[in-house]
DNA sequence: AAAGTACTTGCCTATTGGGAAAGTATCCCT
DNA sequence: AGGGATACTTTCCCAATAGGCAAGTACTTT
């Protein structure tokens, strides 16, 4: 796999939201908003942006009567992370840190 | 060593820029400016935004008859480096990756 | 004297991220 | 039915940031 720094995804709050999904299969909008402690907006526009990149996927489901906004990162947004991982890892190398890269594919 | 997430050395450019001089003890300024790309004056504005807070320590020397800018990782960036390489190995741990901590101490 | 080295500083602009608040749509309660 | 709550989305606004360019500083080479 080849490693290519994501600025996108290196941002903070996106780095957040994106590990947080590499990590989980679906996870609804709540959760990821107060797992990283984000507004709603800024949640909202994030989800939007890495959307649009097509690093994730949205689903709006009704669960009960209550709509329920999950998110779910596609095979593009996993390879990104997993690439900008990769990045890290040869950027922090150099300090004599180590980076394994994710253990887990798609 | 508590992990410590800081925003200041996760911009990337800085991030280039601090990981290179935990690989070095003194590094010159074209040494860096060439290295990570950057142009004379944003260089010269990182450097001194991390020397602002207490990262990197100002060599101001002539060699020969020119003067040379170098920098070094204080105690404090090292240590500021470190943490944040712990940080970026806590948020990543979830999705399955890896991040050991630097070998090398100052 | 002119030009080059080695930066630093000021000016400007483009981009960004986030909060606040209003908007949309639906639901529960009284 | 009206009021408030839930679950977001969108708009408005602002503050911070980064970088390029150009000018400035200081000294050297030609």
Redesign the pocket.
């Known amino acids: 796999m080849k490693a290519r720094f994501d600025?996108?995804i290196h941002?903070?709050?996106?780095l957040a939201i994106v590990s947080l999904l590499a990590a989980s299969e679906w996870a609804?909008?709540?959760f990821i908003?107060d797992t990283?402690?984000?507004?709603?907006?800024?949640?909202?526009?994030?989800?939007?942006?890495l959307e649009d990149v097509g690093y994730v996927e949205?689903s709006?489901a009704?669960?009960?009567?209550?709509?329920?906004?999950?998110a779910k990162l596609t095979k593009a947004g996993r390879t990104a992370f997993d690439q900008h991982v990769l990045a890290l890892q040869e950027i922090v190398a150099q300090s004599g840190a180590t980076i394994l890269p994710p253990s887990g594919g798609s």
Request: proline share 6%.
């Open positions: 600025e996108l941002a903070p709050t996106r609804d909008f709540k908003r990283i402690n984000l507004s709603d907006s800024a949640l909202s526009k994030q989800l939007s942006t949205i709006k009704f669960v009960g009567k209550w709509p329920r906004t999950s």
